[in-house]
């Protein structure tokens, strides 16, 4: 039985009832049942060790709680905390922070903050990005946190090799004390930097890959110097497990809902899914869910070796912003997409609209009244013209944004992504289309071992004709 701090899910939008044609059928549900159980159960009844590793990382607890005692006892030594990663080493990282503090968090005084050092995630390797943040961050000031599981990144380890050499220029012996390494337990290249260097490190889980990976270390070290309840997270997770234990997806938030976005896109042909984030608090969480969705799903073949190119192209879209730039789109274009909303009961603020002074003729209808209301009228009138509109959407509501919600949210998107490999029988774990360009990214700085690589790339040459300027 849910409560009052559990997400709600409102699929009655996903019917045929509500949007005609692009609807599903109670009847089409009901055959998919059985599939759907053998699914969830190949999941859940698996010996621990063929679990999805995502789903051991709710029982950390304890580790939880050890990151959040040696951070509060030195959080406030740092004015700044930049994590060093890409991908699924920075977008939770950033979906946490924007979710669960204030939205201009780092403008706030340090007092505001609860002493916690402003935090910055440095998710690229613009050069014009890289020198900012250098000139406007103090090194002595600072603490680095770098992200890798393997330690091979190229990315990630251009970043680290950067800064750590600016903190030892500046800082000498000490430079140790600002940086934290985040990456395998006991090999690669971050490993042994970590071992050389002396300084403090927390290990990646095995099994568990990289964009699963926000419930670990990889992300709550950096949630808990901003002062981010973890053991909350981890704890909102839990319950979200605990709420998907049943096989019958009528009972199984995230069965049901991998169960109908499969059948909306094998049977409907919804090849995009929109999520689209009614609360500014939310919009990262949409961010995160795009490489969850499209690292996890988009395969060239499948996991009987046939090619099948397949995958649904993510859509992030924040409300009301995106109402002005892309539901015209959706509500009169392509018949491709299926929508997922999510939306808040209760915001941390009211605001209300003047009632006093010269209101504009025409306008005394919004007097008196509450942004929240508003954006929720909007809310309402999108999803209403969608429907109308004969297009498929869902609602997916949290009671509010807390650290328990947030991780259960987290937790029902991995385990849907776990589910919807199995239904279109891909590996939802790998990233072989990512490999094929890092392999490519080592060949042309020069990496050993890529040489022919390299010749190879060099010597491909484009038609002159074709290019302009």
């Not at 309840?229 to 019958?248: H, K, N, P, T, V």
């Not at 090849?271 to 060239?300: H, T």
Request: glycine share 8%.
């Amino acid at each position: 039985m849910s409560s009052r701090t559990d997400l709600t899910c409102d699929f009655n939008r996903l019917y045929a009832d509500a949007v005609g044609s692009m609807g599903l059928e109670e009847s089409e549900l009901e055959r998919f049942a059985d599939r759907a159980t053998v699914v969830h159960r190949a999941v859940f009844d698996a010996v621990p060790a063929d679990r999805p590793g995502f789903l051991r990382l709710p029982d950390q607890l304890q580790a939880a709680q050890e990151i959040a005692a040696a951070v509060t006892a030195d959080r406030r030594q740092f004015k700044n905390f930049v994590v060093l990663g890409i991908g699924g080493s920075a977008l939770g990282n950033t979906a946490l922070q924007t979710a669960l503090n204030h939205p201009f968090y780092n403008f706030l005084p340090a007092n505001k903050r609860g002493g916690c050092p402003r935090i910055f995630v440095l998710d690229n390797i613009d050069p014009d990005l890289i020198a900012g943040l250098t000139e406007a961050l103090d090194p002595a000031e600072t603490l680095f946190n770098v992200i890798s599981k393997s330690g091979q990144t190229a990315e990630t380890m251009a970043q680290f090799l950067y800064f750590i050499r600016l903190l030892s220029d500046r800082l000498g012996d000490e430079a140790a004390d600002h940086m934290i390494i985040t990456t395998d337990a006991t090999s690669g290249p971050l490993r042994a930097a970590a071992d050389t260097l002396g300084c403090r490190s927390y290990a990646v889980p095995d099994g568990v890959g990289g964009r699963f990976t926000v419930l670990s270390p990889v992300g709550l070290i950096s949630a808990a110097y901003a002062g981010i309840d973890i053991e909350g997270l981890l704890q909102g997770a839990a319950r979200m497990r605990e709420r998907c234990q049943s096989a019958s997806m009528m009972e199984n938030p995230a069965l049901f809902y991998s169960a109908a976005h499969y059948l909306l896109n094998t049977v409907k042909k919804t090849n995009i899914s929109v999520l689209f984030a009614y609360a500014q608090r939310l919009k990262d969480l949409a961010d995160w869910y795009r490489q969850l969705l499209a690292e996890s799903l988009g395969k060239r073949r499948n996991l009987d070796g046939d090619e099948v190119s397949l995958g649904v192209t993510p859509v992030k879209a924040l409300g009301v912003t995106d109402q002005h730039s892309q539901v015209q789109l959706y509500v009169e274009g392509p018949r491709d997409k299926a929508f997922t909303f999510l939306t808040v009961d209760s915001f941390a603020a009211q605001v209300t609209i003047p009632s006093r002074g010269k209101i504009p003729e025409g306008q005394d209808y919004l007097a008196g009244s509450t942004f929240n209301s508003l954006l929720d009228a909007e809310l309402r009138g999108t999803e209403l013209a969608l429907q109308e509109a004969g297009r498929p959407s869902c609602r997916i509501t949290f009671p509010k944004v807390t650290a328990e919600t947030v991780g259960q949210f987290l937790l029902m998107m991995e385990l849907h992504i776990a589910y919807s490999g199995l239904l279109y029988n891909v590996n939802a774990f790998d990233q072989p289309g990512v490999e094929a360009g890092k392999r490519a990214t080592f060949a042309l700085m020069g990496r050993a071992g890529f040489e022919e690589l390299r010749q190879r790339i060099l010597a491909e040459k484009g038609r002159a004709d074709r290019i302009m300027g």
